[in-house]
């Protein structure tokens, strides 16, 4: 009896793969960084992110590069549609949009924009582990493949005033940040930047969830540190925004079909 014949395998070429898009104009582009934005807010309101009014994303408009989209102040991350979004120059005033601006937002973050021109979104938000970690004003730990992404790329502020609200606290606090991907807000939360919204956001989330890694772990016992040599591979491996941007599409698929509307 003759053998079956082996099914050929599908050039690779010819599989899926997503990548960032590419746009033809400005236009097109501000339109992707605000859709993409208003499903970053809704994803931190799914994942528990948001306390009250505290917490902004904020996305670098392509052509003003000084001034930057965020979600209205006062408005549930879970509510923001892209109709909904502000536009705020460099000296904190809304110039589209009809909400006000958190002044918290403006002043830490212009100032993260203003120091860093690759980065084109931000992200901060009083979410739970990150304020537990940043109680004990303690650095990240290699204690986990995924947290090896944070290895020697990002910094700990370690001044607690009060509620930013001027800007020099927020030029500190970009200082401190300096060429990192994230910093630990001192007894306050966790700041992410990346060259993407998507970037942006996914160190966010999965530093959130290092963050509880390392407080369960550190609850149950003593954990064993990954050596700095495999550490600093596994962040040349994982640790780029393009890898986090790939990470991303996932939960951007998941918010965008199951709550359609935010892309009105």
Same mark, same amino acid.
């Given at each position: 009896?003759?053998?079956?014949?082996?099914?050929?395998?599908?050039?690779?070429?010819?599989?899926?793969?997503?990548?960032?898009?590419?746009?033809?104009?400005?236009?097109?582009?501000?339109?992707?960084?605000?859709?993409?934005?208003?499903?970053?807010?809704?994803?931190?309101?799914?994942?528990?992110?948001?306390?009250?009014?505290?917490?902004?994303?904020?996305?670098?408009?392509?052509?003003?590069?000084?001034?930057?989209?965020?979600?209205?102040?006062?408005?549930?991350?879970?509510?923001?549609?892209?109709?909904?979004?502000?536009?705020?120059?460099?000296?904190?005033?809304?110039?589209?949009?009809?909400?006000?601006?958190?002044?918290?937002?403006?002043?830490?973050?212009?100032?993260?924009?203003?120091?860093?021109? @690759?980065?084109?979104? =931000?992200? &901060?938000?009083?979410?739970?582990? #990150?304020?537990? +970690?940043? %109680?004990?004003?303690?650095?990240?730990?290699?204690?986990?493949?995924?947290?090896?992404?944070?290895?020697?790329?990002?910094?700990?502020?370690?001044?607690?005033?009060?509620?930013?609200?001027?800007?020099?606290?927020?030029?500190?606090?970009?200082?401190?940040?300096?060429?990192?991907?994230?910093?630990?807000?001192?007894?306050?939360?966790?700041?992410?930047?990346?060259?993407?919204?998507?970037?942006?956001?996914?160190?966010?989330?999965?530093?959130?969830?290092?963050?509880?890694?390392?407080?369960?772990?550190?609850?149950?016992?003593?954990?064993?540190?990954? @050596?700095?040599?495999? =550490?600093? &591979?596994?962040?040349?491996?994982? #640790?780029?925004? +393009?890898? %986090?941007?790939?990470?991303?599409?996932?939960?951007?698929?998941?918010?965008?079909?199951?709550?359609?509307?935010?892309?009105?």
């Amino acid at each position: 009896m003759p053998q079956p014949t082996p099914p050929e395998p599908i050039p690779t070429d010819q599989l899926h793969f997503a990548m960032p898009p590419r746009h033809e104009s400005v236009e097109d582009e501000r339109q992707h960084r605000k859709e993409r934005l208003a499903a970053a807010l809704r994803l931190f309101g799914r994942l528990g992110f948001e306390e009250g009014v505290a917490g902004h994303i904020t996305a670098r408009d392509p052509e003003f590069t000084d001034c930057f989209w965020v979600n209205p102040f006062g408005m549930s991350f879970k509510h923001v549609t892209v109709s909904d979004l502000i536009l705020v120059n460099h000296q904190g005033q809304v110039v589209e949009g009809r909400y006000h601006v958190n002044q918290a937002a403006f002043a830490i973050h212009s100032q993260v924009h203003r120091a860093r021109p @690759d980065v084109v979104a =931000a992200a &901060h938000s009083h979410s739970t582990y #990150g304020r537990a +970690l940043a %109680a004990l004003g303690e650095p990240l730990e290699p204690i986990t493949q995924d947290v090896c992404a944070f290895y020697q790329d990002h910094a700990v502020f370690d001044d607690y005033t009060g509620v930013v609200l001027d800007e020099e606290e927020g030029r500190r606090i970009a200082t401190t940040l300096g060429p990192h991907k994230a910093v630990i807000l001192r007894n306050h939360g966790l700041l992410t930047v990346g060259d993407s919204v998507d970037a942006a956001a996914w160190w966010f989330i999965t530093m959130e969830r290092s963050c509880q890694v390392q407080l369960v772990a550190k609850a149950a016992g003593k954990p064993v540190l990954i @050596d700095p040599e495999s =550490a600093l &591979h596994t962040r040349e491996q994982l #640790g780029n925004d +393009l890898v %986090a941007w790939i990470n991303y599409q996932p939960l951007y698929q998941q918010i965008t079909r199951s709550e359609p509307e935010l892309l009105g």
